[in-house]
C-alpha cells in the first residue's frame, strides 16, 4: 500500500499537464501519504512574510502538504524578532509594505548572500507605481512575427483635477478614459478604477492617478502568471467593448471594483473564439524573459487584453508583484517546483565561485 501512494503520486507529478487528475483524490492521496510519514527529507526551509490575508490564501493546505511531501517547510518569520537571528533559511518569501521592513529585508540580504529573498525590494518597488510599471514593458517595443505587445497611451496625474481635461487635450488621448491609482500597493483600493466618458466628468476625478486610453478588448482579459521560468495564463471578464454610438450618449465617471477577480473567470464561458483565443505561447516566453531580466523579478503577473478585431495586438495594462497564486491551476505543482529549482540553482552557482 505504501508503494502504492507512492507511486500515485510520482504518476500525478509527471501527468499533471496532460492528465486531468481530479483535485479530491489528489487531495486525499497527499494527506494519506502524509499521515504515513513517507516524506522527504527536508530540502529547504521558506521564511515567509505574509499578511494574514495572503497567507490564507497561498498557503493552502494541498499545498503546503504537497511541499511537505518534497521536503519543503514554511517557517513565519517574527516581525518582533531581528530577521537575522530566525532560521536558517534557504529561502525568504515576502509580500509586507512598509520602509522599515524593506530596510530589514536590505540589511539582510546584505548579511546573508546565501539566501534567496524572493524578491529584492528595489525591485518591487518599480511595481508600486503604474508610471514606472508600464514604461519597461513600452521600453520593450516587442514585435514579431507572433504579435506587438504595446502599452495604452497613458497621462500622470499628481494633483489638481480641474486641470485634467486641459491636459488631456494637450496630449490628444481619446475618450472614454481609465482612471487608477498612481500607487499600486496591493491593497483594494489600489486595484479600484472609474471610466470616464466627457471632458467634463474629468475634473470629478481624484489625483494622484494614470489616466489610461481605454482599449476595446471584447470583455476579456487574460492573466499571465509568472514564477520564475513558468508561465500560466487564465481568462477573466472585464470591462465590454464601448462603441462610439454609446460615447456619443454616455456621460459622467463609472466607478468600478476590482474587474479580473476570480469569481469573474472566463475559462468555462461560451466565448467568441477570436476573442477568447490564449496569446501566442512564444509571444509570451519572449515578454516574460526580458521583464523577468529588466525588473529584477521572479513572481509576478500580466493583466493583459487583444485589441478587439485584431489577432495579435496586445496591451499589457498592469503588472502586479506576488499576485493571488491561489487561483491559479496548478499553482501547488508549479510553485514547489520553482522553490526546488531556485535552491539547486543556487547551490550550482555557489559550486562555481567557491568551488565547494
Same mark, same amino acid.
Given at each position: ?19 486531468? /487528475? ?21 530540502? &529547504? ?95 520593450? #517595443? ?7 505587445? #504595446? ?35 496591493? !491593497? ?16 470629478? &476625478?481624484?489625483?494622484?492617478? /494614470? ?7 471584447? @470583455?476579456?482579459?487574460?492573466? /499571465? ?12 471578464? !472585464?470591462?465590454?467593448?464601448? !462603441? ?51 525588473? @529584477? ?14 489577432? #495579435? ?29 531556485? /535552491? ?13
Amino acid at each position: 500500500m505504501v508503494v502504492e501512494n507512492m507511486r500515485m503520486l510520482r504518476l500525478m507529478e509527471e501527468n499533471r499537464d496532460t492528465t486531468m /487528475v481530479d483535485e479530491d483524490d489528489e487531495t486525499k492521496t497527499i494527506k494519506k501519504v502524509l499521515n504515513e510519514g513517507l516524506i522527504e527529507p527536508i530540502k &529547504l526551509v521558506v521564511g515567509f512574510a505574509l499578511t494574514s490575508k495572503k497567507r490564507k490564501s497561498f498557503l493552502q493546505p494541498k499545498f503546503e502538504g504537497l511541499a511537505r511531501l518534497k521536503g519543503i517547510v514554511f517557517v513565519a518569520i517574527d516581525q518582533d524578532k531581528p530577521l537575522s537571528e530566525q532560521g536558517p533559511f534557504d529561502i525568504v518569501l515576502h509580500k509586507l509594505s512598509g520602509k522599515d521592513w524593506q530596510q530589514v529585508l536590505e540589511d539582510y540580504r546584505q548579511t546573508h548572500p546565501e539566501v534567496t529573498v524572493l524578491d529584492p525590494p528595489d525591485a518591487i518597488k518599480h511595481l508600486h507605481n503604474r508610471q514606472s510599471m508600464l514604461q519597461v514593458v513600452a521600453d520593450l #517595443n516587442l514585435s514579431d512575427t507572433y504579435g506587438n505587445v #504595446n502599452v495604452p497611451q497613458q497621462l500622470v496625474i499628481k494633483k489638481d483635477a480641474s486641470s485634467i481635461a486641459l491636459k488631456v487635450a494637450k496630449e490628444r488621448l481619446r475618450l472614454p478614459l481609465v482612471a487608477k491609482p498612481l500607487v499600486s500597493d496591493g !491593497s483594494a483600493k489600489s486595484h479600484e478604477l472609474s471610466l470616464a466618458y466627457d471632458q467634463y466628468s474629468l475634473q470629478k &476625478l481624484e489625483p494622484p492617478l /494614470v489616466l489610461q486610453e481605454f482599449v476595446n478588448h471584447g @470583455g476579456v482579459l487574460f492573466k /499571465v502568471f509568472i514564477v520564475g521560468e513558468a508561465i500560466k495564463v487564465v481568462r477573466r471578464f !472585464s470591462l465590454p467593448n464601448v !462603441s462610439k454610438r454609446q460615447l456619443s450618449r454616455t456621460s459622467g465617471v463609472y466607478r468600478f471594483p476590482r474587474v479580473s477577480c476570480a469569481v469573474a473567470s472566463a475559462d468555462d464561458a461560451d466565448l467568441d473564439p477570436d476573442v477568447a483565443e490564449l496569446p501566442p505561447r512564444p509571444l509570451l516566453e519572449k515578454l516574460a524573459r526580458e521583464l523577468r531580466r529588466r525588473l @529584477g523579478l521572479q513572481l509576478f503577473n500580466l493583466d493583459m487584453i487583444r485589441e478587439y478585431g485584431t489577432r #495579435n495586438n496586445f496591451y499589457v495594462i498592469d503588472i502586479n508583484y506576488f499576485p493571488g497564486y491561489g487561483k491559479m491551476p496548478e499553482y501547488e505543482h508549479i510553485f514547489t517546483d520553482f522553490l526546488l529549482n531556485v /535552491v539547486k540553482r543556487n547551490k550550482y552557482n555557489n559550486h562555481l565561485t567557491t568551488g565547494r
